[in-house]
């Protein structure tokens, strides 16, 4: 009876996609913009904004609030996550160099940048299945989730919400404790 029943827990276990296994962001890796495996479990006891990116969208100019945000409370153990993603309208057609030139050249980004994803449809990165398990689908390019510091998802912002506005920048200090 017991081999019985740790067979189907088992086989239960086993038929969970990776995304439905995982339950923190700590569990997941992604590669960086310079194709270097990256464990987001090297985030921590941090607070991280995941943000799906685009070059040529209207709201690319978030860049630089993102970037200022970065800067306002890097110091004080927040992170954003940069994820490019050619999912909405071809906005971000480019290699992932081309991606890294533009952000750094035109933004002066220095937050990390992952490798360019698919973040919707059935080619979906694992981080995103588990980003939006219970919210549903990202609906455009900047949609932005804050992960508190034991890796759960703390609040997800549309793309058209400011990252220097207060909505946001409470909810990170709060998440920082700050």
Known sequence: ?????VAIILAG????????????????TMTDIDGKPVK???FKGKVVMVVNVASFCGYTKQYKPLQELY???????FVIVGVPA????AQEPGTNEEIKEFCSTKYDVSFPM????????????????????S?????WNFEKFLIGKDGKIVARYKSGEDPMGSTIQNAVTGALGI
Request: aromatic share 12%.
């Open 13 to 28: 276990v086993f038929s969970m996609s990776q995304a439905e296994a995982q339950q923190s962001f700590h569990e997941f």
């Open 86 to 89: 050619n999912d909405f309208g």
């Open 40 to 42: 987001l479990s090297q």
């Open 114 to 133: 992952m490798a360019k994803v698919s973040v919707k449809g059935s080619d979906k990165h694992p981080l995103y299945q588990w980003l939006t398990a």
């Open 71 to 77: 800067a306002k409370y890097k110091d004080k153990g």
């Open 1 to 5: 009876m017991i081999r019985i029943l």
């Open 135 to 139: 919210g549903g689908e990202v609906g």
